[in-house]
């Protein structure tokens, strides 16, 4: 499925370079869109190192207690 997904996109690029550039246009603009958003409104201090490291060994301590039994 993922070979056919590839080459849907490959095919909508190479419709868009040879036959008409406005669904790229489009789909360029709401992607600069879109990431100049995400990048402004998000949290700079959302996850630092400390927060990451503790959301990474959660699950260690709870495969601990389910071997235990």
């Known amino acids: ?3 056919l997904n590839f ?3 490959l095919a909508g690029f190479f419709y868009g370079i040879f036959i008409d550039g406005t669904f790229l246009k489009i789909y360029f603009a709401l992607v600069a869109v879109y ?11 959302e996850n630092v190192k400390r927060k ?5 060994t959660w699950s260690g301590k709870y495969l ?3 071997n235990l039994k």
């Open 1 to 3: 499925m993922n070979a």
């Open 35 to 45: 990431t100049v958003i995400v990048l402004l409104t998000r949290n700079q201090k």
């Open 64 to 66: 601990y207690l389910i």
């Open 52 to 56: 990451n490291i503790m959301i990474s």
């Open 7 to 9: 080459l849907f996109i």
